[in-house]
């Protein structure tokens, strides 16, 4: 039987992003495998008749077991012939991609889901991760992007192969799931996270962390004096949660703003809100923003690569600079006091993101698949 694998830091970032394409290469007979840091979560991968291989990754460049995790990538790879191997996340498709070198495994994809150097990044990730892209590009022999930007840089890259450079729509998404649009149900979840239906329900879906910078939207919140009926609701959890919980503490807004830790639940949760709103510092092509724009909902986002690539600005949303709390204000009031321009937003929101259907993220990876095997 040919085998597939598929590599990541994580098993969270397989299971997230990438169970489609798991099922792709299982309707077509192969016998795909994963090589990822096994958690909590294995059970869902062995559910997909994945072959696990536990892989001592760090998401640290810095950190010495990522030789080890090297060593392990190395043993899999001579003991499994993969007719492709498609690497993700920096250290795991650096790792992955030396591997495949060191062994003779072709061919290897790559898929940036977002550089860690970018325009605005601090010099140290251009001389980390610029150099370790730049590198491992002789040992690629295609190289997948999924914004603008990156798109741009990859194509300068020095590939295996010529002309190997794509672009797709992200990762896809099941538009359909997200499409809920029930007024019943709306009503009841914001009864029972304790809102009435007067009140204007901000959201963000992300992990916890600096990167995804939720302390603007607290900031503003914090300015938002006059509007009493705007909430901030937060889903996700990370290394900032704590952190973040007591900046709220610290400014009495306890009663304006709402963690939910993890949620199962994210395309009801989409239903019963009225805005969406991420302010990263960073983002490749941010599947929560994807979500949003599914359910109908304005994006407010910071004017960062990747929001760019799904936020039109003043036609499904608005996008504000990187910590500008003013505007963010703006932005956020703009929406509240007005209802039609909300679901004008939302509609826009609707028509763009159907470009990013999973039936056709699929389709043009299978004529990326086709190339190579």
Request: positive net charge.
């Amino acid at each position: 039987m040919k085998k597939i694998l598929f590599i990541a830091t994580i098993e969270s970032h397989i299971l997230n992003f990438h169970i489609p394409f798991i099922e792709y290469f299982y309707n077509k007979g192969y016998e795909v495998h994963v090589a990822a840091k096994l958690g909590n979560r294995q059970d869902e991968l062995k559910d997909l008749n994945v072959v696990c291989h536990d892989v001592n990754f760090s998401r640290s460049p810095y950190s010495l077991s990522n030789i080890r995790a090297l060593n392990q990538l190395i043993k899999t790879m001579r003991e499994n012939k993969f007719s492709l191997v498609h690497v993700h996340t920096p250290v795991g498709a650096f790792l992955g991609r030396l591997a495949a070198k060191i062994t003779n495994t072709k061919p290897v994809l790559y898929t940036a889901h977002g550089f860690h150097f970018y325009k605005g990044a601090p010099l140290k990730n251009w001389l980390i991760y610029y150099t370790m892209e730049k590198i491992a590009a002789h040992w690629t022999d295609g190289f997948i992007t999924m914004n603008e930007e990156d798109f741009n840089i990859a194509k300068k890259f020095n590939l295996r192969r010529k002309d190997a450079v794509f672009y797709v729509h992200g990762v896809g998404l099941d538009i359909e799931k997200y499409s809920i649009n029930d007024e019943e149900r709306r009503k009841k979840l914001r009864e029972e996270l304790g809102f009435s239906d007067n009140d204007i329900l901000l959201l963000t879906v992300a992990e916890i962390n600096t990167n995804k910078n939720h302390k603007q939207i607290i900031d503003t919140i914090k300015i938002l004096k006059d509007y009493s009926s705007i909430y901030y609701l937060i889903v996700g959890t990370g290394e900032e949660e704590e952190k973040l919980k007591n900046y709220v503490l610290l400014n009495n807004l306890e009663e304006r703003i709402k963690f939910l830790g993890y949620r199962r639940d994210i395309s009801e949760i989409l239903n019963a809100i009225d805005i969406f709103i991420l302010t990263s510092l960073r983002e490749g092509l941010p599947r929560a923003i994807m979500e949003a724009m599914a359910a109908g909902k304005p994006i407010i986002a910071t004017n960062v690569r990747g929001n760019r690539d799904l936020v039109r600005d003043g036609v499904n949303g608005y996008l504000v600079p990187v910590n500008d709390i003013e505007a963010t204000a703006k932005a956020i009031t703009k929406l509240a006091e007005n209802t039609t321009l909300r679901t004008k937003m939302g509609e826009e929101g609707r028509r763009i993101i159907q470009d990013y259907d999973i039936k056709k993220v699929l389709r043009e990876m299978d004529e990326i698949y086709s190339l190579y095997l």
